[in-house]
């Protein structure tokens, strides 16, 4: 539960940034390698658009997918904030992730 910031734009980088630092319950695994740092972030129109370090390009050491905790962030954001539409991502500047699986 995180407090209420300025702008969407903020609530979506806290709540990100959250989820970088990893579990809090014993036992579950990260989404993302130690490291991984969220360089920006921008919500416009709908769409978040966030850019993280290199680390996350690679699963944790713990184990998991890097696609999947991708998918997982996204899930978790559109829920979190519904005003949000979609989600893109990039590492280090390069497109990472922009939705689920092209059908």
């Not at 969407?8 to 990893?22: I, K, N, P, T």
């Not at 370090?53 to 998918?71: N, T, Y």
């Not at 590492?91 to 689920?100: C, L, M, N």
């Amino acid at each position: 539960m995180l407090r209420r910031a300025a702008t969407r734009e903020q609530d979506v980088a806290r709540y990100v940034e959250e989820a970088l630092l990893g579990p809090a319950a014993p036992g579950s695994r990260p989404l993302f390698p130690r490291g991984t740092a969220l360089h920006s972030l921008l919500y416009r129109n709908g769409v978040v658009y966030a850019d993280f370090s290199g680390e996350a390009a690679m699963p944790p050491l713990e184990g998991g997918d890097a696609f999947q905790s991708f998918e997982t962030l996204r899930s978790g954001i559109k829920r979190n904030f519904p005003s949000v539409g979609e989600a893109r991502f990039f590492i280090d500047g390069r497109a990472a992730f922009a939705g689920g699986p092209r059908r």
